[in-house]
């Protein structure tokens, strides 16, 4: 029986992307920001960053970045298992709440949901991200390839092959190294959401009772 | 004397034995003999059609406040009869025009014409007048709201009407709910805004402390303490009262060396509305809290009847309008949310 792993890494990442632009009302939010400014941002940065790392990260950045998002990585899962039995409990009586119960009801509901998706997304992408960078420490030498001094080399000989695996490692690395720099900015992004949300949604909670 | 149209808002709770949570179509179900599976059109019906009913009843007529209410069924006597009540189940309301005045009070009709065309009005004949009404009754809940117009001070049945809706709303295991005063924040707002500070009322009660031979405490050991500011000359706003009470919070009542701060007093605020009509006193502490200020329909409703009474066909949708734009969003936030799945 094979686990259907894309499946359920396709649906987070989509619920993801929809509760991102979701507020705890249930409320589309129209702006162009999160959609698209904030992704093409992202993406401008870490383009720019890549041109600077002219030999990739440098084996400290590399446990650094491992260490940190291990870290993270541990902390969400923690806080995604206690966050659905403290932040929202679902009880038949809810119904007859007065109108600022059943509000409060409904936002605390969206809110969850928002909650898990974003922090199950969060621990996938840095999940991904570990993975990432653990080519640059499997392959520390040839990680550290500067794809900008690379020549093109006009003659078909029977060397080619070389020259053309140069160019396999180097487009890997190249593509390695954005993706990265994209997905670190992402979760930082992330998890600052996820920190301060949760923060406001907690005190709120307490200030209600 | 001129009638001065206005709006008077109540919110009202049903209450059930136990205080257990019943909504508007529980009542229906419990009390009306609606079935299980009406839909709000049909609670609405129900609780339209018992409105109806009462109103014919005993309970139409107050003895003490010497009112009744009522529906003036001849096309030939009620102008407005087309306007009558009605239910509307997309707004969750009931609405219309009814007739209701004093009776009790031996009085004589004659014609200003002709002085020869005289009658007399016996104790038992009420004489009456046009009021349009909203009740909010939705079946999702158990908090209704009320709104009810008046001509003025004397031209009203506001107590009256108040009172006999409640009792529409009560039966068998439902008791009669408490209305509350209740003012959409907008109006509020705009109260305070053009509210003039009339004075701030500082109050303490000041006890003997000092061990004398003949002190205050022989005649009495606590004393109170009453500070009046009045503005002289000029009007203040209210929504200037916050800077006013911040300069007088510093200045000091008491001994040398012992002296009390105004701060430490309780404060009262008292707002006179721009024409003089009202007057309103607030906790300092509390003033934030709601209150509910009288809404004159002059400038809000513009055409007017040639009784004086406001257009009701306008008032009508000046009611639904802010039903739904001020008061909805206030009283039921859960109508604005959805869950997403």
Not at chain 1, 44 to 64: N, R, W
Not at chain 2, 73 to 102: A, L, Q, Y
Request: with cysteine.
């Amino acid at each position: 029986m094979s686990l259907k792993l894309t499946k359920y890494l396709q649906l987070v990442r989509r619920k993801a992307a929809e509760f991102e632009s979701i507020d705890i009302n249930g409320k589309q939010d129209e702006g162009k920001f999160g959609k698209y400014v904030l992704k093409a941002a992202f993406g401008c940065i870490s383009l720019l960053l890549f041109f600077f790392l002219q030999t990739g990260f440098s084996p400290a950045f590399v446990a650094y970045c491992a260490s940190s998002l291990a870290i993270l990585v541990g902390l969400f899962i923690t806080a995604l298992v206690f966050g659905f039995d403290k932040f929202y409990q679902q009880t038949s009586e809810k119904e007859y709440a007065d109108a600022k119960s059943k509000l409060w009801d409904t936002q605390a509901y969206n809110y969850v949901k928002q909650f898990g998706y974003i922090t199950g997304y969060t621990i996938v992408q840095s999940i991904f991200a570990l993975l990432l960078l653990s080519l640059s420490a499997l392959f520390e030498k040839q990680s550290q390839i500067n794809v900008f001094e690379l020549r093109y080399f006009n003659s078909w000989s029977v060397e080619v092959f070389s020259p053309l695996l140069l160019l396999g490692v180097a487009c890997l690395f190249s593509a390695q190294r954005v993706v990265v720099i994209y997905l670190l900015l992402r979760i930082t992004y992330q998890t600052l959401f996820i920190v301060a949300s949760m923060v406001q949604f907690m005190t709120t909670k307490i200030s209600r009772n | 004397m001129a009638l001065k149209p206005r709006l008077e808002f109540f919110r009202f709770t049903l209450r059930y034995r136990d205080n257990k949570y019943k909504t508007f179509r529980d009542f229906s179900q419990e009390i009306l003999g609606a079935p299980k599976t009406a839909d709000d059109e049909k609670v609405l019906e129900f609780c339209f059609k018992h409105f109806l009913q009462q109103l014919k009843s005993g309970i139409a007529i107050d003895s003490s406040r010497k009112k009744r209410i009522g529906f003036e069924k001849k096309k030939s006597i009620n102008r407005h009869f087309d306007k009558g009540p009605r239910f509307d189940s997309s707004s969750h309301t009931i609405f219309g025009v009814i007739n209701g005045g004093s009776f009790g009070q031996d009085r004589t009709l004659t014609n200003i014409e002709d002085e020869e065309d005289s009658s007399r009005i016996g104790l038992n004949k009420a004489v009456n007048m046009y009021f349009f009404f909203l009740a909010y009754v939705p079946p999702d809940h158990d908090q209704g709201l009320l709104m009810i117009h008046s001509n003025g001070r004397d031209e009203n049945i506001v107590p009256m009407f108040r009172n006999f809706m409640m009792k529409v709303f009560s039966g068998k295991k439902f008791s009669k709910p408490d209305p509350e005063d209740f003012a959409p924040k907008a109006f509020q707002d705009e109260y305070k805004k053009s509210a003039v500070l009339k004075e701030f009322v500082f109050k303490n009660v000041v006890v003997d402390d000092i061990h004398s031979t003949d002190g205050i405490k022989q005649r009495s050991n606590a004393y109170s303490v009453r500070i009046e500011a009045k503005p002289l000359y000029g009007d203040v706003r209210g929504s200037e009262a916050e800077g006013v009470f911040s300069r007088l919070k510093g200045y000091l009542f008491g001994k040398d060396g012992d002296a009390k701060p105004l701060s430490e007093f309780n404060a009262q605020l008292v707002l006179e509305d721009e024409h003089g009509h009202s007057q309103k006193t607030f906790e300092w502490n509390a003033r934030e809290v709601d209150f509910a200020p009288v809404v004159y329909l002059d400038g809000r409703v513009e055409k007017v009847n040639e009784d004086g009474t406001p257009d009701f066909d306008e008032l009508r949708d000046f009611c639904q309008e802010l039903l739904k734009s001020e008061i909805l969003p206030e009283m039921r936030p859960d109508l604005d949310v959805a869950k997403v799945d």
